[in-house]
């Protein structure tokens, strides 16, 4: 007997069932996120954050109530900063958030992999940005030129992450 939950979803199945769709309600996100959070699989309605090397927005987002939200953070695929680490992560936890997908970067990988929430970016960096309290909030972003606007639902599992503008079977 295994203590792991059964999966709940399949974004491959999704994939199967809607490869056909040219309404542009479901889209695929390249596979370029690495998997760091506690939770590989996670799903849940959309918030987002644009901000550039600078996290004043997520940590104002994550330390507010998630209700099962996904935020996804549009870090213009910045290589130099990170947007989240262990006390955002933990917050995000606590807070109900289900999950966070960073395009951008991420520190204290294994404060990370602790947490009970869903981390996804492209890569790690020790580095962490300055608080300048600048960005947007809610607002349509082009993650790695797909469009993910909030209130889209999000789905990550091990074989990637899909969206679709409302929440799928
Ligand atoms: O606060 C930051 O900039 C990110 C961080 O290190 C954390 O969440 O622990």
């Given at each position: 007997m295994s203590n792991i939950p059964a999966?709940?979803?399949?974004t491959c199945d999704f994939c199967d069932?809607?490869?056909?769709?040219?309404?542009?309600?479901?889209?695929?996100?390249?596979?370029?996120?690495?998997?760091?959070?506690?939770?590989?699989?996670?799903?849940?309605?959309?918030?987002?954050?644009?901000?550039?090397?600078?996290?004043?927005?997520?940590?104002?987002?994550?330390?507010?109530?998630?209700?099962?939200?996904?935020?996804?953070?549009?870090?213009?695929?910045?290589?130099?900063?990170?947007?989240?680490?262990?006390?955002?992560?933990?917050?995000?936890?606590?807070?109900?958030?289900?999950?966070?997908?960073?395009?951008?970067?991420?520190?204290?990988?294994?404060?990370?992999?602790?947490?009970?929430?869903?981390?996804?970016?492209?890569?790690?960096?020790?580095?962490?940005?300055?608080?300048?309290?600048?960005?947007?909030?809610?607002?349509?972003?082009?993650?790695?030129?797909?469009?993910?606007?909030?209130?889209?639902?999000?789905?990550?599992d091990a074989d990637g992450i899909v969206?679709?503008?409302?929440?799928?079977?």
């Open positions: 999966p709940t979803f399949s069932a809607y490869k056909n769709d040219d309404s542009g309600s479901f889209r695929v996100l390249p596979p370029v996120f690495r998997d760091f959070g506690g939770l590989t699989q996670f799903s849940g309605p959309i918030s987002t954050v644009q901000c550039h090397e600078d996290n004043s927005l997520v940590k104002a987002a994550l330390d507010t109530p998630g209700e099962g939200r996904v935020l996804v953070v549009d870090g213009g695929s910045s290589l130099r900063r990170a947007l989240v680490g262990g006390n955002l992560a933990a917050a995000a936890a606590r807070n109900g958030w289900a999950g966070v997908v960073v395009d951008g970067c991420v520190r204290d990988v294994a404060e990370l992999s602790a947490s009970a929430v869903g981390i996804r970016a492209l890569a790690n960096m020790p580095l962490p940005t300055e608080k300048r309290g600048q960005g947007l909030r809610d607002v349509a972003v082009r993650i790695q030129g797909v469009w993910v606007r909030p209130g889209d639902w999000l789905y990550a969206i679709h503008t409302t929440a799928l079977p």
